[in-house]
């Protein structure tokens, strides 16, 4: 031993004093740290990735969806989901949720029946972000990722004149439009459009100086001649058929009271149900007709200057196999009602009404109608002066549809009383969000 010194004291001073693997030590922490950022930031990107293909995933799938809006049958919700699954996030698996939403039920687009709302969402469990934010305490964290998509099928090109008939061609068209007859007023981008589902290659025949001044969808092909014009864009041959908008109505007076018309009055009030005689009202007779369905049997004559109001919330239903016989200056003032089985529905005929029947406006006849006119097996005339005013896009849809010598139709923007609107057919499907 050496003498004098206090061998452990001093050991022990130069311990403390030492900086000999102070370094390593901290570079052993800030590898962990390191180590544990790089590990949230790889979570991080995954989740980045991983929500940028969801988005992509609603992106097709609402596109989809919204194409599939034109289809006959359209069935948006099975169509993205079917395209969501094929893109590998199949509804139910895994965790995944396909939402389709038609209409949409969030965003600026919410109850628009021409846009399909698509929402993927799929839970992740993240390690190093529930050490991070300290959960596993309680358990691991379940992190929930979503994209969400709306896409709108041809939102700015509805269709309010649509001729139905897609069956074997023949010589008569199923649009004709001739002898000065016009199809909404200039200028064009303030009307909607005419959608033709037959597939002929006299779909739509326009002539005599007749135009149209909206966009124009043909599943086949046009004809224009002698001066006739299109005035508008887009216009579209080869189109999709556009679907029946009000395909799932029915018509029935299962259950509904049986009237007479009331007679012997100059301005005659009447009420919903079933009038089996049907109506005959000769000159200068009002009608006014209180709130419902009115289903009218064997006959309805409007004889000259007769006048219809019914704006309450009215439709008018031709219940046989007869044409509507209306007079010189008659005017009808008729707005469907929004809500109930003939929700959106003006005027119409049953379904099993004969197609050789054609119901025709004629003679300075004002139709002034806030709702769909509606004759889905028979075609639908309008010449010498009538007009009829579509307010608020609402439609005129038949099986084929005839105007001639000086009609007139105009329509101002969409949609009003609860009718459905159509995407027109031309296949254009943006993405609105």
Same mark, same amino acid.
């Given at each position: 031993?050496?003498?004098?010194?206090?061998?452990?004291?001093?050991?022990?001073?130069?311990?403390?004093?030492?900086?000999?693997?102070?370094?390593?030590?901290?570079?052993?922490?800030?590898?962990?740290?390191?180590?544990?950022?790089?590990?949230?930031?790889?979570?991080?990107?995954?989740?980045?990735?991983?929500?940028?293909?969801?988005?992509?995933?609603?992106?097709?799938?609402?596109?989809?969806?919204?194409?599939?809006?034109?289809?006959?049958?359209?069935?948006?919700?099975?169509?993205?989901?079917?395209?969501?699954?094929?893109?590998?996030?199949?509804?139910?698996?895994?965790?995944?949720?396909?939402?389709?939403?038609?209409?949409?039920?969030?965003?600026?687009?919410?109850?628009?029946?021409?846009?399909?709302?698509?929402?993927?969402?799929?839970?992740?469990?993240?390690?190093?972000?529930?050490?991070?934010?300290?959960?596993?305490?309680?358990?691991?964290?379940? !992190?929930?990722?979503?994209?969400?998509?709306?896409?709108?099928?041809?939102?700015?090109?509805?269709?309010?004149?649509?001729?139905?008939?897609?069956?074997?061609?023949?010589?008569?068209?199923?649009?004709?439009?001739?002898?000065?007859?016009?199809?909404?007023?200039?200028?064009?981008?303030?009307?909607?459009?005419?959608?033709?589902?037959?597939?002929?290659?006299?779909?739509?025949?326009?002539?005599?100086?007749?135009?149209?001044?909206?966009?124009? !969808?043909?599943?086949?092909?046009?004809?224009?001649?002698?001066?006739?014009?299109?005035?508008?864009?887009?216009?579209?041959?080869?189109?999709?058929?556009?679907?029946?908008?009000?395909?799932?109505?029915?018509?029935?007076?299962?259950?509904?009271?049986?009237?007479?018309?009331?007679?012997?009055?100059?301005?005659?009030?009447?009420?919903?149900?079933?009038?089996?005689?049907?109506?005959?009202?000769?000159?200068?007779?009002?009608?006014?007709?209180?709130?419902?369905?009115?289903?009218?049997?064997?006959?309805?004559?409007?004889?000259?200057?007769?006048?219809?109001?019914?704006?309450?919330?009215?439709?008018?239903?031709?219940?046989?196999?007869?044409?509507?016989?209306?007079?010189?200056?008659?005017?009808?003032?008729?707005?469907?009602?929004?809500?109930?089985?003939?929700?959106?529905?003006?005027?119409?005929?049953?379904?099993?009404?004969?197609?050789?029947?054609?119901?025709?406006?004629?003679?300075?006849?004002?139709?002034?109608?806030?709702?769909?006119?509606?004759?889905?097996?028979?075609?639908?005339?309008?010449?010498?002066?009538?007009?009829?005013?579509?307010?608020?896009?609402?439609?005129?849809?038949?099986?084929?549809?005839?105007?001639?010598?000086?009609?007139?139709?105009?329509?101002?923007?969409?949609?009003?009383?609860?009718?459905?609107?159509?995407?027109?057919?031309?296949?254009?499907?943006?993405?609105?969000?």
């Amino acid at each position: 031993m050496f003498r004098g010194v206090d061998w452990i004291s001093f050991l022990a001073r130069q311990f403390r004093q030492s900086r000999d693997g102070a370094v390593a030590i901290q570079v052993a922490i800030l590898a962990v740290v390191l180590i544990g950022a790089s590990a949230l930031a790889v979570e991080i990107g995954f989740v980045y990735y991983k929500q940028r293909q969801m988005q992509a995933v609603a992106d097709a799938a609402a596109t989809g969806g919204a194409v599939a809006l034109s289809d006959p049958t359209p069935d948006p919700v099975g169509e993205a989901r079917s395209i969501a699954g094929r893109l590998n996030f199949v509804n139910g698996v895994d965790g995944v949720a396909v939402t389709v939403n038609h209409p949409p039920l969030h965003g600026a687009l919410v109850g628009d029946t021409s846009a399909v709302e698509v929402i993927v969402q799929q839970p992740q469990t993240l390690a190093m972000a529930n050490l991070v934010t300290g959960t596993y305490g309680g358990g691991p964290h379940v !992190w929930t990722v979503s994209a969400t998509a709306v896409a709108s099928a041809n939102r700015a090109g509805s269709s309010c004149i649509i001729a139905l008939d897609s069956g074997v061609c023949t010589s008569t068209p199923a649009i004709t439009i001739r002898n000065n007859a016009i199809i909404q007023p200039p200028p064009c981008g303030q009307h909607c459009g005419i959608a033709v589902n037959s597939s002929c290659n006299n779909a739509l025949v326009v002539y005599e100086n007749a135009e149209i001044n909206a966009p124009v !969808w043909v599943n086949g092909r046009w004809q224009l001649k002698s001066n006739a014009k299109l005035n508008c864009t887009p216009r579209t041959q080869g189109a999709p058929r556009v679907p029946d908008p009000y395909a799932g109505v029915v018509f029935s007076t299962a259950g509904l009271v049986t009237r007479t018309q009331p007679g012997n009055c100059s301005t005659c009030n009447l009420l919903p149900g079933y009038y089996p005689a049907g109506l005959s009202y000769s000159n200068r007779q009002t009608l006014n007709l209180a709130p419902g369905t009115y289903y009218i049997g064997t006959q309805l004559i409007l004889q000259n200057n007769v006048t219809v109001n019914a704006t309450g919330g009215v439709t008018l239903v031709i219940d046989g196999n007869y044409a509507i016989s209306i007079g010189n200056n008659a005017r009808l003032n008729v707005t469907a009602p929004t809500s109930g089985a003939t929700k959106g529905i003006a005027i119409a005929s049953i379904r099993t009404a004969s197609p050789t029947v054609t119901q025709t406006f004629s003679n300075n006849a004002i139709l002034n109608v806030d709702g769909a006119i509606y004759f889905p097996n028979q075609t639908a005339y309008f010449s010498n002066n009538a007009t009829i005013n579509l307010t608020a896009c609402n439609q005129l849809i038949a099986k084929r549809i005839d105007y001639q010598n000086n009609a007139t139709l105009s329509d101002t923007g969409c949609p009003s009383v609860g009718g459905t609107p159509v995407a027109g057919g031309s296949g254009v499907v943006q993405l609105m969000e």
